[in-house]
Nanobody
């Protein structure tokens, strides 16, 4: 499985950005978004099991929305009301090795990772 992210870039605080992740090969039922800011550990943003619930990190609830198009093997992350602290490399991940909620809190909970796409929010 190869995961290819796109959609990152610079944006002003309060703005919006949409990320996409295409899964080449067989898509996993469990996929998610994680991010890593400079000098910080990788953290979960949102995780979804196909046709199931979506779990979000408390820091992004109501601002970031995960969705997926199963026919296109594509995962999306719509980011609104962005803040400078949202600046990070955003990674798409798939094949959860634990429950979605557990994977949200533990980056080791995914078997496959994309290369990441940079999001930079300026104040």
């Amino acid at each position: 499985v190869q995961l290819v992210e796109s959609g990152g870039g610079p944006v002003r605080a309060g703005g919006s950005l949409g990320l996409s992740c295409v899964a080449l090969g067989s898509a996993s039922s469990c996929m998610g978004w994680l991010r890593q800011a400079p000098g910080k550990e990788r953290e979960g943003v949102a995780v979804n099991v196909r046709y199931g619930d979506i779990v979000y990190a408390d820091t992004v609830k109501a601002r970031l929305t995960l969705s997926r198009d199963n026919a296109k093997n594509t995962l999306y992350l719509q980011m609104n009301s962005l803040k400078p602290e949202d600046t990070a490399m955003y990674y798409c991940a798939s094949r959860c090795l634990m429950t979605a909620a557990q994977a949200l809190g533990d980056p080791r909970g995914f078997g496959f990772w994309g290369q990441g796409t940079q999001v930079t929010v300026s104040s």
